[in-house]
T-cell receptor, first 111, second 119 residues
């Protein structure tokens, strides 16, 4: 079945550091890929998405590129801020409307 | 628009008690979903609905029932709560795609969550 694997957390960085959160997937066909963010005490919000191979999703300084050859969708940001502290979820949709989520990665950014 | 709202925000139950979680959306979305979030496991789909009067099982449906009598509401019921159902429950909704936009992704909008503890 479909699955998403994220790098284990938690991740702790200093402000302005470079961020990478790894995500790899297993799916049949050509899934769409997503990153969701969950700020403390809130529900999930869509951060960015990519619907086909080599697409790059970007939002709020975050980027992720859909790499079919490595089945990956790693999240990156060049300079993190304290306000980026949150839990980040990688997800895929292979068919229909259902999303499959990774386990989430807790990011803490210290001033 | 309030978006997706969930009631209640917190609840503590004793084993064997029953309760209903309410999800409401005011965006006229066709699809609605119930997920549970557990540490180290991400979100897992419990049940979902593709329209008023229809429901379907997700990844972890056992011990839960749902109803979608009105398009804007999606209820999640626990008939006899168990400690294994201690979790944070999230509801989500999204519009249906149609015609040329079917291949396009329609974002799921999430509610703020309900934290349930079963003792």
């Amino acid at each position: 079945g479909d699955s998403v694997t994220q790098m284990e957390g938690p991740v702790t960085l200093s402000e302005e550091a470079f961020l990478t959160i790894n995500c790899t997937y297993t799916a049949t066909g050509y899934p769409s890929l997503f990153w969701y963010v969950q700020y403390p005490g809130e529900g999930l919000q869509l951060l960015l998405k990519a619907t086909k191979a080599d697409d790059k999703g970007s939002n709020k300084g975050f980027e992720a590129t859909y790499r079919k050859e490595t089945t990956s969708f790693h999240l990156e940001k060049g300079s993190v801020q304290v306000s980026d502290s949150a839990v980040y979820f990688c997800a895929l949709r292979a068919s229909g409307s259902r999303l499959t989520f990774g386990e989430g990665t807790q990011l803490t950014v210290n001033p | 628009n309030a978006g997706v709202t969930q009631t209640p925000k917190f609840r503590v139950l004793k084993t064997g008690q029953s309760m209903t979680l309410l999800c409401a959306q005011d965006m006229n979305h066709e699809y609605m979903y119930w997920y549970r979030q557990d540490p180290g496991m991400g979100l897992r789909l419990i049940h979902y609905s593709v329209g008023e009067g229809t429901t379907a099982k997700g990844e972890v449906p056992d011990g839960y029932n749902v109803s979608r009598l009105k398009k804007q509401n999606f209820l999640l019921g626990l008939e006899s709560a168990a400690p294994s159902q201690t979790s944070v429950y999230f509801c989500a909704s999204r519009p249906a795609g149609s015609g040329a936009t079917k291949r396009s992704y329609n974002e799921q909008f999430f509610g703020p969550g309900t934290r349930l503890t079963v003792l």
